[in-house]
Each structure stands twice: as structure tokens, then as C-alpha cells.
């Protein structure tokens, strides 16, 4: 009897990955969670023993998705033998266990059970964030999946023994015990006691899957979470073309690492860029799939706590002219979406440059620039801060000092060496802090210390409500390991309209950060020749995207 296939191309799979392949034909893959010594063997083992394709697999979320879309793009792929060591993220429990469970249709988590998701310690990143539920079950269609995981117990199982077993044209020598599920099934019980069995145990599986219907072998494989009966053969192409999925939208990377923790509630990414990682939370936010709805007295929000972890920072060009920063250049095009819904190179240039200087060009309805270079000013800027400062006491305090009245103006002796005619300018003198210059100065002289901050929180007016719109941005943190002088920055942010601000606010930190090291470099270039910028981390607890918005 024939077995019918599909006709494929020859790099048929839709992602490259840490995989070989080898008959395209072939109705078996191969998947090992740990790429130790033993998983390298499994690996070559499988692809001479006549498996299709053999690889790794580290993440229960993204590498999972990688697997599914590829198995999905060859239909005579029929059986899944995940084999080899468990990994730390148990990557291979959380493959066959989508497999034998499915996943919540609601929230993409993998279950454990058929009325339950996996808990943390069972799987700590089960999570499937980007694949429509139809598409796993369209996958639980078309394979079954063996546990093969090494497993101490089935080692330490008494009473079985090494007999040789003819499959087809081929013997292997394999521990076994018969067992007789009724008086017309009698199945191959599998086991091992060492690693020369447990890879002769592997190639009798792939052997076995590759049999016609007619010849079917019958076995019982006791794996590391799944004990299961199988007729193993080789049904055939599960469909008479490839079933490709597009993962991701078009400009989404799968090389940005994904943790979902507490039912949904904290998402930790790590991205190569601001575009990867945009579009990653994005989709997720969109998805529904995690976080939580929060009613605020802005408008109805999904929210989440978002850690995140980007490794490059764009590059900027600047000059310095009367006193002011100008960015010259910098890199765009590559790392801004066009989904950004402010996706414009000269809006960035303007926001980043008013960062930098202190200024509010674009209308802001809080400028980090003013925070940043003028911290304190809005101490002075509301006639409500009167009573709360209580500066009329402090005016009267000051009066006592006065020296003399001269032509109607009054002339305050603040310290032995000190007069001024202008209490209030001198107050905005004394309470104003450039927080960038004194951070450059503070980084020139003690590189390595670990007070290198700038505020942009201020309790006095945001607590109370005087300042009436509150920064997102609580603090940036600075910090150079000596070794390798990287620069890292870790931006905190309570709240975070993620996606119509995250983009640009990256950017305004970005320059921030670029800056520092291109002036430490014009001020010390011997000293900071090996500065460079790292990787910029945020900490954001409630990253959210709005639902319904309300006027504001």
C-alpha cells in the first residue's frame, strides 16, 4: 500500500532555527530541549535513522510558535518525538502538553490539564502570545507527540530486559517488556537503563513511525510527563498542500524573547530594537491575551507591569552652538515602525533637541526637557504653591535681614557675603537644579559610582495635585561597569500610554544617553575613550493601551 505525500519545496519551513534536516519526506521531527552532549547525539541519531528535520528548542512561548509554523508548512509531518533532557523554561513539557491538553482559547496559556492552564512552577513561560487558537489545534490535528524525555524512573524500572525486535527490515536491540493491554494488543513496553539504550530506544521510534499502516508497530512509551499507548506508522501527508502561517505581522521579529508571569499580569521582553520590541507588546496588548482592564478617570485601559529589555540605542550626531544642542542626525528609518502612530523624523528631532535643552517646542502638556534642566522651576510656577510652601513665612523669615530700602526696592542680606535685590530670582537660583549637567559632572568625576540619577517626580507638586498632569517618567538610572564601560540606563515609569508614547519617549532617553557619552568624550577623551551606550531597561508598571479614551 502506497503512502501518499505532499510535494514540498526543499527549504520548505517558514523560520531558520538551531535545526538540520534531512527527507523532506519523512513523516517524523525531532525535538530536544537541552543541547548537551546527549541532545548532539539524539540530533545526528534522528537524521540517520531517517527523520525529516532535528533541532532545539529553548522558550515555551516564541520557540514553540517556531515549531508549530514549521511542522505546520510540511503536512508529512505526522509524529513529534520530543526527546533528550529537560530545559530550565521546560520547553519540552510545554510542547506536549499543548499537544495533549491544547491551550486556553481565552488567554493562549498552555494547559495542564483539560480544565486547567498551566500553573508558574509548572510552566514558568507557557504562553503561546502570537498564534490563533485555530492554528494550535490545526497543528494537535495533524501530529501526535511522543514523550521521550529522559526519565530516572523508566532507568530505575526492574524486570525488563534487552531482546532484539524486527522492525520491518531492521532489528534493534532494545530494553522491553510485552504488555498486554487486552487478548488482541500486546504493546512494547520501552525502557532504558543507560545512554547507548536509550539511543538505540530512538531509533527504533523513528523507524517505527515510517511503517506503512498494514505493519504498525505497537507501543507503550513512558515518558517524563506523559505515559501513552501509540500504533506508530506512517498515515501520510495530513493535507495535499502546505498549511503556512505568517507568525507575525511584517515587521515583527521572532528574535524578541517573550515571559509572561501571573496569569498575564507582568510581560518581560527582551528585543534587539525599539521596532521589535514595539510591535512585540503591541501585538500582544491587541491580542488580548494578557493583562488586565483597569477603568481610570482617563478612559478604560488593558494594562500590564512590562519589563523591558532593548540591546541597542540609535545612534545620534551632535554639535553644540550658543549654548544650545543641536542633533545633527540620527538613526530612524530602521527602528521606527509605520505603525507609530507619530512615526515622523522631524517631530523626533524637535522632541529629542527639547529634551536636551529644556525647552517645549512641541506643545507637551509636561516637557521632560523643563524637568530635566530646570528641575524645581514648577515650585515657582503656580500661585497655588503659596499657601502649601507657606512662602509667606518664609518672605517674612527673610525680611528681618533686610538692610535698607533703597529707591523702593528691598535689599535682603541672605549670608555675610551675599545681597540681592531680587528675592525671588535668587530663590529660583538656589532651588533649580540642572539635573543633566550635574549629572555629567557627577559621571566625570566618580564613573562608577552608583548615584548617577535624574528625577523627574518632584512629591511637592505631583502628590499634591498642584502639578496637574502628572510625568510618566519617575527616574532614570545610570549605570557604567567598569570592565567593559557600558553605559546602562534603567528608565522607571509609572504609567506609560504605551502605544502612542513609547517610541519617542525611547528616543528622548536615547539621546539623553548618547549625549552624556559624547560630552564625556569632549570633556575627558583619554579618560572615556571606551565609553559606549548598552542596553536601555525599562521598568513600567502599568504599560497599558486604551480601550475607550475619555476627553483629557
Known sequence: MSIKKCP?????????????????????????????????????????SGACIAGFVYTANIGLERIIVNILANPNIRW??????????????????????????????????????????????????????????RFRQQVKVIDYLWNDKVVKEENTTVNEVTIGSKTFKIRHIPI???????????????????????????????????????????????????????????????YIVQLYKEEITPEA?????????????????????????????????????RSTRHGLTRDAILVEVIHYIPKFVFREENGKIIIEDFEYDEFVTKEYPLANKEYFKIYCEDVLNGVNRTGETYAYGEILRAFGKELFSSTSLIPLLNVESLYKIIEKHVVKVSEGKRIYLVDSNCIVEDLYNYLLKIFIVDQLKLLI???????????HIVCFWNPIVD??????????????????????MELYCICHMRSHDFIHAHIHNFYGISAIVQYIVWKLKQLEPEKF????????????TSSHMYLKQEAR
Not at 183 to 188: L, P
Not at 441 to 451: A, G, K, Q, V
Not at 531 to 537: A, D, E, F, N, V
Request: aromatic content about 12%; charged content about 25%.
Open 8 to 48: 514540498i519545496h526543499d527549504k520548505w519551513w517558514v523560520f531558520d532555527g538551531d535545526f538540520q534536516v534531512a527527507n523532506k519526506y519523512s513523516p517524523v521531527a525531532i525535538v530536544i530541549p537541552t543541547k548537551d552532549e546527549l541532545g548532539l547525539k539524539l540530533q545526528k541519531i534522528a537524521l540517520e
Open 80 to 137: 513529534v518525538i520530543v526527546t533528550g533532557r529537560e530545559n530550565k523554561h521546560k520547553a519540552g513539557k510545554a510542547l506536549i502538553m499543548l499537544w495533549e491538553y491544547g491551550v486556553d482559547s481565552t488567554t493562549g496559556r498552555i494547559k495542564c490539564d483539560i480544565n486547567r492552564v498551566c500553573t508558574e512552577d509548572e510552566i514558568p513561560t507557557g504562553y503561546i502570545p502570537n498564534l490563533p487558537f485555530e492554528v494550535i489545534e
Open 180 to 242: 498486554d493491554v487486552n487478548e488482541n494488543n500486546v504493546y512494547i513496553g520501552l525502557f532504558y537503563k543507560n545512554e547507548n539504550e536509550y539511543l538505540e530506544g530512538l531509533k527504533f521510534l523513528i523507524h517505527s513511525c515510517i511503517q506503512e499502516i498494514e505493519n504498525n508497530v505497537p507501543v507503550y512509551v513512558i515518558g517524563k510527563y506523559l505515559e501513552k499507548y501509540y500504533n506508530l506508522y506512517d498515515a501520510g501527508a495530513f493535507n495535499n498542500k502546505p
Open 257 to 293: 524573547n517573550i515571559q509572561v508571569l501571573d496569569n498575564g499580569k507582568i510581560v518581560i521582553i527582551e528585543a534587539p530594537d525599539i521596532k521589535h520590541a514595539y510591535l512585540t507588546y503591541k501585538r500582544l496588548l491587541e491580542s488580548g491575551k494578557i493583562g488586565f482592564i
Open 441 to 451: 559632572e557627577r559621571i566625570r568625576n566618580y564613573p562608577f559610582e552608583r548615584n
Open 463 to 484: 502628590i499634591t495635585g498642584v502639578r496637574k498632569a502628572e510625568p510618566c517618567i519617575i527616574v532614570l538610572d545610570f549605570k557604567i561597569i567598569p570592565e567593559t
Open 529 to 540: 575613550k571606551n565609553l559606549k551606550p548598552s542596553k536601555l531597561i525599562w521598568v513600567i
